[in-house]
């Protein structure tokens, strides 16, 4: 059966009902397992690195080696400005005594006191049992917070704390995150068709869709390995309910305008159907098939990304053209009141475009001079990429969050007494009887500011070597310190050394970032320049609407720069330029779609002018609806705490407004005008120029 076949059956008049029992089926069996998906987060891939990198292989040596040594550390701050009394020193030694009930293994490190007198330092290994850790912690925030010495300072810091503070941060946020975007969309809705009840249908619809979305994310991680954390769980949610909702404005549109053509209802939604399903369905693949492009990134978090967005997308377009048709045609045409549409006799034969004054408008300033229009646009456009150069890349571990948490404040406080490594030096593992050759080499690298003695493994075949760096942990004068640290050391013979710690995490985060942009971005942009070629069956239109989505990536990227750093967050997190890549031009590129599949359905009944024409007119006011929900969906991750989130919303909510008030409405259109019907080269409308119908006359004088 044909995906038009297929789709027309929520319009029939039994179909309708078998539809809606088949969705009421689903969703009682996929609501209670939407709700266990936070119990298969794993959340460790966030900070996951491919088994290849050095730093890997460095922590899988040193857990053979040093059993024990992949437990995260909390580290307790001490900080008096005026210099430790022998009263804080009490308090450190008094709560030494009591932390040892939370470290594994019963052990606290002596304090480390700094050079000024000012600080002291604990530290101590927690569970790596999730559930054991975040209650260590928890007791030992309390403790430290709990009756200290007046005017002494003090804060938790550490993996373990960092770690601890992010799911504090994101507590009850899941919640807070789909009421933000439900209200949004909601509102958004009820703007869009003024009518007290039709706004409820699709945000029902693309409820059901997250809640299906979500059962089968959960089946997938459970049963077949799939990796979920709480950032694919929450582009879930964003993706289902903005594309969801996109989906169903197209169709509401089309069966308004249908209802006008037919009096049975019925025949209106299955010739509603039958026409937006190619543009629907090809949007849909075109997100999904970019979304398993991430599959070929060897970054875990974003490779993971991939599958969870892809179900969300099916879930959706699945959602959009089963279950919210259905419920159109079983309510009747009485939802749209009070503008309800009536059948028009003789409506084949009347301007269509006379119903869309504002878009016609904008039809007539692209056709007058669309040279000029699109030269002006694509300027505008290349201006606004200037702004990129406010943005930097690599997020500092202090700005990480929106608001001040005790981890950055120990990490602050450790800045100022101690060398910036001090609370996350180098480690250095290598072959026992090279020990004294590694220490030396290590020690005569500019950075490092010192080389603690070696530990021996109990086999006796390697030793540990930690190596406090200078600059701190996340600085780029900490990273260019590790790469001479790993030339050094890999030059002792027979040493076989490894460099990992968590400066040298971030610098193989960075070159696997930078690997995964060189390989997936073209992957992407292949992709869905296929999709297009086989969806247009032309060469030039794709390779145009790729070129233009490139230039709206750039263009967002230098916007969200100016807001970026106006709001004080303009360095990125190294993962943030792919992945709003791939968001910006999958759903980027879904804009154009539907005006150019609608533009050659147009074109083939009344030739290249007219039809682009057109095109833009009648779907002018849909597809800006639909780019706005979007972007105020993506906008809603504003309301999380972590910088990367923010971040990402700024750059993909500002990159679809760009799309959709730009590029869909002005760049587009008069490129393909100014082209001619070359755009459709080498497709058959490029060699026939079909006569315009009487039908049309307005539009065709525009």
Known sequence: MSPQRLAGLPAGRRGKYAVLLLWLALLVAAGPLAVKLGEVQDNSTLGALPAGAE???????????????????????????????????????????????????????????????????????????????????????????????????????????????????????????????????????????????????????????????????????????????????????????????????????????????????????????????????????????????????????????????????????????????????????????????????????????????????????????????????????????????????????????TTEVGSVAGQRLIAAHYPGGEAAPAEILAAAGTADRVVAAARAVPGVAEVGAPERSADGRWVRVPAVLAGAPDSDAARDTVTRLRAAVHAVPDARALVGGRTATLLDEERTVNRDNRVVIPLVLAVVLVILVLLLRSLVAPLLLMASVVLSYAAAMGAAGLVLDALGHPRLFVGVPLQAFLFLVALGVDYTIFLMTRAREEVARIGHRPGVLRALTVTGGVITSAGVVLAATFGALLVLPLVPSVQMGVIVALGILLDTLLVRSLLIPALALDLGTRTWWPGRLARRSPQPVAAEPALART
Not at 97 to 118: H, K
Not at 137 to 143: I, Q
Not at 148 to 167: I, Q
Not at 243 to 272: K, N, S
């Open 55 to 401: 730093s890997s292989r460095a922590v899988e040596r040193a857990e053979t080696a040093f059993p024990g040594s992949r437990h995260p550390l909390a580290i307790a701050v001490y900080v008096r400005d005026t210099g430790l009394t022998p009263a804080d020193r009490a308090r450190v030694e008094a709560d030494r005594a009591a932390f040892a009930a939370y470290a594994d293994g019963g052990a606290v490190s002596p304090p480390v006191a700094a050079a000024d007198g000012r600080a002291l330092l604990l530290s101590l290994p927690v569970s790596l049992d999730d559930e054991q850790r975040a209650d260590a912690v928890g007791a030992l925030k309390d403790r430290l917070a709990d009756g200290a010495p007046p005017g002494l300072r003090t804060a938790l810091t550490g993996e373990a704390a960092a770690e601890h503070d992010v799911f504090d941060a994101f507590s009850g946020m899941d919640g807070a995150l789909l009421l933000a975007t439900a209200l949004t969309v909601a509102l958004l809705l009820l703007v869009t068709y003024r009518s007290p009840v039709l706004w409820l249908i699709p945000l029902v619809a693309v409820a059901v869709a997250n809640q299906l979305a979500g059962a089968v994310v959960y089946l997938l991680a459970r049963h077949a390995g799939l990796a979920v954390d709480f950032q694919s769980q929450t582009i879930l949610t964003v993706l289902v309910f903005g594309v969801g909702v996109d989906y169903a404005l197209l169709l509401i549109a089309r069966y308004r305008e249908e209802l006008r053509r037919h009096t049975d209802r019925h025949a209106a939604m299955a010739v509603a159907l039958r026409r937006s399903a190619g543009a629907v369905c090809a949007s849909a693949a075109t997100v999904a098939i970019g979304l398993l492009c991430l599959l070929a990134a060897d970054l875990p978090a974003t490779r993971g990304l991939g599958p969870v967005g892809a179900v969300g997308i099916a879930a959706a377009l699945l959602a959009m053209t089963t279950l919210l048709p259905a419920v159109l045609v079983l309510c009747g045409r009485w939802l749209f009141w009070p503008f309800v549409p009536r059948y028009t006799p003789g409506a084949d034969t009347r301007d269509r475009a006379a119903d869309h004054g504002v878009w016609r408008r904008i039809a007539g300033l692209v056709a007058g001079r669309p040279r000029a229009v699109w030269l002006g646009t694509a300027a505008a456009l290349a201006a606004l990429t200037l702004g990129i150069g406010n943005l930097g890349l690599g997020l500092p571990d202090d700005e990480s969050f």
